[in-house]
């Protein structure tokens, strides 16, 4: 506990300045948003009309602080930095009140009256803001905070750019609500990179132009479906399918997956095929690859990959040669 003494100020504090307001709330006020001491009373001082302390313990703090009879005595406590905080402020508004009304911002109360808020700013404006008390900042809580920070943008930019990333998806897909969704795929889930970044930026994209439904495509139905592709429940172009068909986003993704099928079921389409390329004129002989396999993946598109209906039809065509 501290004491200071206001020389020649006796009957001051207790002098009122609004209704049912004396002079010593000013200085309450004061020392509860400069000084932090929040939980009141935070002053008390000799000329209070209601009873604070003993008259016989204001004598002998009177005479231990060598004041006289004329000084009025405050005393404040409490933390002892906020308290030497305090009693500067208690000596800086008792002279303020010598010179006239203190450039201040004041707050309207429920009763009528009003109160300290707090100082005008001059031209170094006071940071941080001394309308409540400080909070401790610990390094636990800095470690905590930094554990949660997203990777700075220029650090996946750089990233994608190794992973040979296609130019136009790197910046759209740094920034996007994807990005993690991409390092998953890619760092744990071992899916192809490039494949990814174009599902994730420009598929959308090319769907929104088509005004699909690709707005309702969120980032866990997303993630449903490349976790399947990544384990083999689907393929990359079983993916693309889904989304395609995602128009209203009623039907989960994942139900728009096509099944899968076996390569004796793809090796029967490419029998299909080749029988009905064989009652055709084709008018370039030499493209009857391209067009075997463009019939065939109108059925298998994205129920088995389709370099393995290109590997199974040059098996095929290998064994008819034999």
Known sequence: MHCVVL???????????QTETVFSKEISDRVRVIACLTTLPNIIHSDSASETIASSEWQSIRRAAGATDDDTLVLVWGDAQDVATGVKEIIIRAREATIGIPSETR?????????FERILPGPDRMYPDTDLPPKSITEERLDRIAHTLPTPVWDRESWYQSLGVPADCILPLSISPFAAL???SVRDWKLDPKHVAVLLVQVPKRLRRKRQGADHISIDAMRSLLKAWAEHQTTREGVLQAMQEATDG???????LPPLCTEEYALSVLERANS????????????????LMGIAMKTLRGRIPGSTVAALLRTSREEIRR
């Open 7 to 17: 020389q020649g100020f006796r009957g001051l504090l207790r002098w009122q300045t």
């Open 107 to 115: 707050q309207a109360l429920r009763d009528g009256t009003n109160g």
């Open 182 to 184: 991409f390092e998953e």
């Open 250 to 256: 009623k039907i989960p993704l994942d139900r728009l």
């Open 276 to 291: 009905f390329v064989g009652t055709v004129t084709l008018r370039n002989p030499s493209k009857r690859h391209e067009v």
